[in-house]
């Protein structure tokens, strides 16, 4: 469905990604592991066209996505519905309007200039948001829930766009234990139960394994391993995340290595 062609993005004279390519799969659960810096970001940015690539190609169903521009990238940003760290919600409003600003590209413009949603829009919205045990919060201002409450909002937002693929960069990120579970589960269940493909940044290997069907792990904006999450080794893990494996490996000594030199051919 989704195929990334040679993609590389420079800043400077630093390449945060190096001529990745990747296919994925209809339905798939990607996860995108690797240390800080390793180039996960700015790899999904560019997916989404929020990070314009310095070459390579993206295209979806045989479409070039690098090729959009005006009304068709604006589509393509709609089909493809990013989650943040950070949630990006809008604070002061109550969270029912927060989802309903995913409908935003399916309502005319003046409409949606206007804020003037459908009943339709409404229920779609409320139907997202007791998806993940959240509709009770609807007429709340964003800003005074909880971090994991705000990022199943995000999700019901990102949900009620109708999109093809979600993009989720480092979601858990700010979140506790039990937050993390709620929302890694919220993720789960949009691809499980809408088949919405699902690529996600992931620092937490052990999450990774357990969530994703399919781990890529980047190093030095490279992709040195690619396959199913049993066939991620520990030592494979060490390498990709150096001195922070300790970090990553719950339940395992950390075992500091040093920084790794990956050619891509190493673990495929
Ligand atoms: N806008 C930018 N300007 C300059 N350098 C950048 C920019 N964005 C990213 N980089 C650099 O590109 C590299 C990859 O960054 P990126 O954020 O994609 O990595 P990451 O794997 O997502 O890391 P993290 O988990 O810390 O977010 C890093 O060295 C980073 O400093």
Redesign the pocket.
Known sequence: MLTIDGLSRR??A?I??DDVSLDVSRGAFVGII??????????LRMINRLQEPSSGRILCEGRDVTALSGAALRDWRQSCAMIFQQFNLVGRLDVLTNVLMGRLNHVGQTRSLLKLWSAEDKAIALSALEQFDIASLAAQRAESLSGGQQQRVAIARALVQEPKIILA??PIASLDPRNTRIVMDALQRINRHYGITVVC?L?SLDLARSYCDRLVG?AQ?RVVFDGAPADLTDDVARDLYGIESGDVLDGHTPVPVPAPALPAAAFA
């Open positions: 800043f400077g630093k945060a990604v690797g240390r800080s810096g390793a180039g996960k970001s700015t790899l960069d480092e940044n620092h980047m904006g």
